[in-house]
Protein backbone atom coordinates (compact mmCIF):
# COMPACT_ATOMS: atom_id res chain seq x y z
CA UNK A 1 0.00 0.00 0.00
CA UNK A 2 1.15 3.40 -0.69
CA UNK A 3 2.58 5.29 2.08
CA UNK A 4 1.95 9.24 1.98
CA UNK A 5 6.05 10.09 1.66
CA UNK A 6 5.28 8.09 -1.98
CA UNK A 7 2.28 10.13 -2.53
CA UNK A 8 3.83 12.91 -1.96
CA UNK A 9 6.81 12.45 -4.31
CA UNK A 10 4.38 11.21 -6.98
CA UNK A 11 2.47 14.92 -6.63
CA UNK A 12 5.30 17.15 -6.35
CA UNK A 13 6.65 15.12 -9.98
CA UNK A 14 3.24 15.27 -11.14
CA UNK A 15 3.14 18.94 -10.27
CA UNK A 16 6.80 19.78 -11.51
CA UNK A 17 6.49 17.64 -14.64
CA UNK A 18 10.12 17.44 -13.69
CA UNK A 19 11.96 14.73 -11.16
CA UNK A 20 15.01 17.29 -10.70
CA UNK A 21 12.44 20.33 -9.88
CA UNK A 22 10.45 17.99 -7.85
CA UNK A 23 13.77 17.01 -5.93
CA UNK A 24 14.54 20.44 -5.51
CA UNK A 25 10.79 21.59 -3.67
CA UNK A 26 10.74 18.52 -1.58
CA UNK A 27 14.29 19.07 -0.15
CA UNK A 28 15.97 15.50 -1.42
CA UNK A 29 18.16 13.81 -3.89
CA UNK A 30 16.78 13.06 -7.57
CA UNK A 31 17.89 8.91 -7.13
CA UNK A 32 15.91 8.65 -3.81
CA UNK A 33 13.14 10.42 -5.68
CA UNK A 34 13.12 8.32 -8.49
CA UNK A 35 13.17 4.88 -6.78
CA UNK A 36 10.17 6.30 -4.46
CA UNK A 37 8.63 6.21 -8.17
CA UNK A 38 9.69 3.35 -9.39
CA UNK A 39 8.59 1.45 -6.06
CA UNK A 40 4.93 3.37 -7.00
CA UNK A 41 5.29 1.76 -10.12
CA UNK A 42 5.93 -1.93 -9.07
CA UNK A 43 3.04 -1.48 -6.60
CA UNK A 44 0.48 -0.36 -8.93
CA UNK A 45 2.00 -3.13 -11.78
CA UNK A 46 1.67 -0.12 -14.24
CA UNK A 47 3.31 2.80 -15.39
CA UNK A 48 2.51 6.21 -14.15
CA UNK A 49 4.83 8.46 -15.61
CA UNK A 50 5.84 8.90 -19.36
CA UNK A 51 9.60 9.75 -19.65
CA UNK A 52 10.94 12.20 -21.99
CA UNK A 53 14.30 14.12 -21.93
CA UNK A 54 13.33 17.37 -20.86
CA UNK A 55 10.66 15.81 -18.66
CA UNK A 56 7.61 13.62 -17.65
CA UNK A 57 4.23 13.37 -18.29
CA UNK A 58 1.43 11.62 -16.68
CA UNK A 59 0.01 8.14 -17.80
CA UNK A 60 -3.74 7.60 -18.28
CA UNK A 61 -3.20 5.65 -14.88
CA UNK A 62 -1.02 8.17 -13.01
CA UNK A 63 -3.53 10.60 -13.85
CA UNK A 64 -5.93 8.78 -12.18
CA UNK A 65 -3.52 8.40 -8.99
CA UNK A 66 -2.91 11.99 -9.00
CA UNK A 67 -6.40 12.69 -7.89
CA UNK A 68 -6.66 10.30 -5.51
CA UNK A 69 -2.84 11.22 -4.25
CA UNK A 70 -3.79 15.05 -3.39
CA UNK A 71 -7.13 13.85 -1.82
CA UNK A 72 -5.26 11.23 0.27
CA UNK A 73 -2.83 13.95 1.00
CA UNK A 74 -5.53 16.52 2.18
CA UNK A 75 -7.52 14.25 4.32
CA UNK A 76 -4.26 13.44 5.88
CA UNK A 77 -3.00 17.24 6.71
CA UNK A 78 -6.57 17.67 8.70
CA UNK A 79 -5.35 14.37 10.94
CA UNK A 80 -4.17 16.43 13.29
CA UNK A 81 -7.06 19.29 13.22
CA UNK A 82 -9.14 16.82 14.30
CA UNK A 83 -7.86 15.03 16.86
CA UNK A 84 -7.21 18.76 18.82
CA UNK A 85 -10.36 19.27 18.45
CA UNK A 86 -11.89 15.70 19.50
CA UNK A 87 -9.03 16.80 22.35
CA UNK A 88 -10.51 20.16 23.34
CA UNK A 89 -14.36 18.68 23.34
CA UNK A 90 -15.04 20.66 20.30
CA UNK A 91 -15.88 17.46 18.12
CA UNK A 92 -17.75 13.88 18.41
CA UNK A 93 -20.90 13.46 20.60
CA UNK A 94 -22.53 14.13 23.55
CA UNK A 95 -25.52 11.68 24.48
CA UNK A 96 -27.46 13.54 26.52
CA UNK A 97 -30.86 12.10 28.50
CA UNK A 98 -33.63 14.21 30.46
CA UNK A 99 -36.77 12.89 32.43
CA UNK A 100 -40.49 14.65 31.13
CA UNK A 101 -40.39 17.01 33.88
CA UNK A 102 -36.90 17.77 33.55
CA UNK A 103 -37.02 18.46 29.95
CA UNK A 104 -39.86 21.30 30.44
CA UNK A 105 -37.63 23.48 32.88
CA UNK A 106 -36.41 26.24 30.76
CA UNK A 107 -32.85 25.30 32.11
CA UNK A 108 -31.87 22.12 30.31
CA UNK A 109 -33.36 23.61 26.49
CA UNK A 110 -31.54 26.88 27.64
CA UNK A 111 -28.04 24.86 28.53
CA UNK A 112 -28.76 22.56 25.42
CA UNK A 113 -28.93 25.65 22.73
CA UNK A 114 -26.14 27.51 24.44
CA UNK A 115 -23.74 23.94 23.98
CA UNK A 116 -25.05 23.72 20.18
CA UNK A 117 -24.32 26.93 19.56
CA UNK A 118 -20.43 26.92 21.77
CA UNK A 119 -19.39 23.77 19.73
CA UNK A 120 -21.37 23.40 16.69
CA UNK A 121 -18.90 20.42 15.77
CA UNK A 122 -20.14 18.03 18.28
CA UNK A 123 -23.47 15.96 17.95
CA UNK A 124 -25.85 16.06 20.42
CA UNK A 125 -28.01 13.08 20.71
CA UNK A 126 -31.33 13.37 23.27
CA UNK A 127 -33.39 10.78 24.65
CA UNK A 128 -36.22 11.01 27.08
CA UNK A 129 -37.15 8.13 29.65
CA UNK A 130 -38.20 7.40 33.49
CA UNK A 131 -34.77 7.87 35.70
CA UNK A 132 -34.48 4.00 36.24
CA UNK A 133 -34.24 3.87 32.19
CA UNK A 134 -31.69 7.10 32.07
CA UNK A 135 -29.36 5.45 34.93
CA UNK A 136 -29.37 1.97 32.93
CA UNK A 137 -28.23 4.02 30.09
CA UNK A 138 -25.37 6.00 31.60
CA UNK A 139 -24.35 2.65 33.46
CA UNK A 140 -24.28 1.13 30.15
CA UNK A 141 -22.22 4.00 28.66
CA UNK A 142 -25.22 4.85 25.79
CA UNK A 143 -26.01 7.86 27.77
CA UNK A 144 -22.87 10.67 29.00
CA UNK A 145 -25.37 12.81 30.70
CA UNK A 146 -28.85 12.44 32.40
CA UNK A 147 -31.16 15.52 33.38
CA UNK A 148 -33.08 13.60 36.53
CA UNK A 149 -35.14 15.03 39.27
CA UNK A 150 -33.92 11.89 41.99
CA UNK A 151 -30.46 12.32 43.77
CA UNK A 152 -29.38 8.35 42.42
CA UNK A 153 -28.05 7.63 46.71
CA UNK A 154 -26.21 4.50 46.19
CA UNK A 155 -24.96 4.36 42.97
CA UNK A 156 -21.36 4.99 43.37
CA UNK A 157 -20.63 4.88 39.91
CA UNK A 158 -22.40 7.84 39.27
CA UNK A 159 -21.59 11.51 40.07
CA UNK A 160 -24.98 13.63 41.00
CA UNK A 161 -24.57 16.65 41.26
CA UNK A 162 -27.53 19.35 42.06
CA UNK A 163 -28.20 21.85 39.58
CA UNK A 164 -31.07 23.99 40.76
CA UNK A 165 -34.23 23.76 42.68
CA UNK A 166 -38.01 24.77 42.22
CA UNK A 167 -40.86 24.86 43.82
CA UNK A 168 -43.72 22.39 43.74
CA UNK A 169 -47.46 23.53 42.92
CA UNK A 170 -50.47 21.72 43.00
CA UNK A 171 -52.24 21.00 39.57
CA UNK A 172 -55.85 21.54 39.97
CA UNK A 173 -58.87 20.17 37.03
CA UNK A 174 -60.06 23.20 35.70
CA UNK A 175 -63.73 22.67 37.12
CA UNK A 176 -62.50 21.74 40.75
CA UNK A 177 -63.78 24.08 43.41
CA UNK A 178 -60.37 25.35 44.47
CA UNK A 179 -59.68 26.65 41.15
CA UNK A 180 -62.44 28.76 41.28
CA UNK A 181 -61.06 30.51 44.29
CA UNK A 182 -59.22 34.00 44.25
CA UNK A 183 -55.21 32.67 42.97
CA UNK A 184 -53.84 32.53 46.44
CA UNK A 185 -51.82 29.70 47.90
CA UNK A 186 -53.06 26.57 49.07
CA UNK A 187 -52.44 24.57 52.13
CA UNK A 188 -50.97 21.14 51.72
CA UNK A 189 -53.10 19.91 54.42
CA UNK A 190 -55.88 20.99 53.31
CA UNK A 191 -55.82 18.35 50.69
CA UNK A 192 -56.22 15.61 52.76
CA UNK A 193 -59.19 14.32 51.19
CA UNK A 194 -58.57 14.88 47.59
CA UNK A 195 -57.97 11.80 45.52
CA UNK A 196 -54.17 12.03 43.92
CA UNK A 197 -52.88 11.31 40.79
CA UNK A 198 -49.14 10.80 41.20
CA UNK A 199 -46.49 9.44 38.44
CA UNK A 200 -45.34 6.41 39.29
CA UNK A 201 -42.48 5.89 41.84
CA UNK A 202 -39.56 4.12 39.14
CA UNK A 203 -40.32 7.33 36.92
CA UNK A 204 -39.80 9.59 39.15
CA UNK A 205 -38.06 8.04 42.56
CA UNK A 206 -37.22 11.32 44.21
CA UNK A 207 -40.26 13.55 43.98
CA UNK A 208 -42.47 11.16 44.91
CA UNK A 209 -40.74 10.53 47.90
CA UNK A 210 -40.82 13.80 48.71
CA UNK A 211 -43.94 14.64 47.98
CA UNK A 212 -45.26 11.87 50.34
CA UNK A 213 -43.31 12.56 53.09
CA UNK A 214 -45.10 16.56 52.73
CA UNK A 215 -48.11 14.89 52.68
CA UNK A 216 -46.65 12.95 55.87
CA UNK A 217 -45.59 16.11 57.85
CA UNK A 218 -48.99 17.54 57.08
CA UNK A 219 -50.84 14.63 58.89
CA UNK A 220 -52.45 12.64 56.21
CA UNK A 221 -51.19 10.07 53.60
CA UNK A 222 -52.30 10.93 49.84
CA UNK A 223 -55.29 8.47 48.64
CA UNK A 224 -54.02 8.00 45.16
CA UNK A 225 -56.76 7.55 42.98
CA UNK A 226 -54.63 7.11 39.64
CA UNK A 227 -51.11 6.49 38.66
CA UNK A 228 -49.19 7.15 35.23
CA UNK A 229 -46.16 6.13 33.45
CA UNK A 230 -44.64 9.79 32.51
CA UNK A 231 -45.28 13.27 34.44
CA UNK A 232 -46.60 14.56 31.52
CA UNK A 233 -48.89 12.15 31.16
CA UNK A 234 -50.33 13.02 35.13
CA UNK A 235 -51.37 16.42 33.66
CA UNK A 236 -53.60 14.65 30.87
CA UNK A 237 -55.43 12.77 33.93
CA UNK A 238 -55.75 15.82 36.16
CA UNK A 239 -57.06 17.99 32.85
CA UNK A 240 -60.00 14.43 32.86
CA UNK A 241 -60.92 14.98 36.41
CA UNK A 242 -59.30 11.91 38.07
CA UNK A 243 -57.38 14.06 40.83
CA UNK A 244 -55.20 16.47 41.75
CA UNK A 245 -51.40 16.50 41.50
CA UNK A 246 -48.33 18.49 42.88
CA UNK A 247 -45.42 18.50 40.30
CA UNK A 248 -42.69 21.00 39.76
CA UNK A 249 -43.51 24.66 39.03
CA UNK A 250 -41.65 24.31 35.43
CA UNK A 251 -44.58 21.22 33.97
CA UNK A 252 -46.82 25.04 34.24
CA UNK A 253 -45.16 25.62 30.92
CA UNK A 254 -46.96 22.84 29.13
CA UNK A 255 -50.42 25.21 29.38
CA UNK A 256 -52.48 22.10 28.06
CA UNK A 257 -56.47 22.82 28.52
CA UNK A 258 -58.84 22.05 31.51
CA UNK A 259 -55.16 22.21 34.72
CA UNK A 260 -55.49 25.17 37.10
CA UNK A 261 -51.91 25.41 38.60
CA UNK A 262 -51.63 26.71 42.24
CA UNK A 263 -48.63 27.46 44.68
CA UNK A 264 -48.60 25.71 48.24
CA UNK A 265 -48.40 27.35 51.55
CA UNK A 266 -47.24 25.22 54.70
CA UNK A 267 -44.84 22.93 53.30
CA UNK A 268 -41.63 24.76 52.83
CA UNK A 269 -39.01 21.90 52.44
CA UNK A 270 -41.32 20.75 49.46
CA UNK A 271 -39.11 21.25 46.65
CA UNK A 272 -37.94 19.93 43.20
CA UNK A 273 -34.33 19.47 42.46
CA UNK A 274 -32.90 19.42 39.06
CA UNK A 275 -29.52 16.97 39.12
CA UNK A 276 -27.01 16.20 36.02
CA UNK A 277 -26.04 12.20 36.95
CA UNK A 278 -22.77 11.52 34.99
CA UNK A 279 -20.28 8.93 35.12
CA UNK A 280 -17.45 9.22 37.70
CA UNK A 281 -15.28 7.55 35.27
CA UNK A 282 -15.87 10.04 32.35
CA UNK A 283 -13.29 12.06 31.20
CA UNK A 284 -14.56 13.17 28.10
CA UNK A 285 -13.61 16.55 27.13
CA UNK A 286 -16.75 16.93 25.27
CA UNK A 287 -18.38 16.22 28.56
CA UNK A 288 -15.81 18.66 30.48
CA UNK A 289 -16.85 21.11 27.43
CA UNK A 290 -20.89 20.62 28.23
CA UNK A 291 -20.08 21.11 32.38
CA UNK A 292 -18.36 24.52 31.55
CA UNK A 293 -21.38 25.58 29.73
CA UNK A 294 -23.58 24.49 32.58
CA UNK A 295 -21.91 26.48 34.85
CA UNK A 296 -21.88 29.34 33.02
CA UNK A 297 -25.38 28.96 32.76
CA UNK A 298 -26.14 28.82 36.18
CA UNK A 299 -23.95 32.04 36.89
CA UNK A 300 -25.63 34.14 34.31
CA UNK A 301 -28.88 32.57 36.32
CA UNK A 302 -27.54 33.59 39.42
CA UNK A 303 -26.56 37.37 38.04
CA UNK A 304 -29.87 37.92 36.67
CA UNK A 305 -31.83 37.17 39.98
CA UNK A 306 -29.46 39.13 42.46
Not at 261 to 270: G, K, V
Not at 278 to 292: E, Q, V, Y
Amino acid sequence: MANLRQLRAFVAIAEEGHITRAAARLGMQQPPLTRLLHALEREFAAPLMERFPKGVRLTAAGAALLDEARAVLRRAEGIGDVVQRAARGEQGKLALGFTSSSALHPFVPAVIRAFRTSVPGVLVVLDEAGTAELVDALMQERLDAAFVRSQLSGLSALRVETLLTEPMVLALPEDHPMAKLPAAPISLASLANEAFVLYRRPAGPGLYDALLAACKSAGFSPRVAQEAPRMTATMSLVAAGLGVSIVPASMARLRGDGVIYRALSDCPELCAPLYLATRIDDSSPTLARFMGVINAEIGAKAVSNS
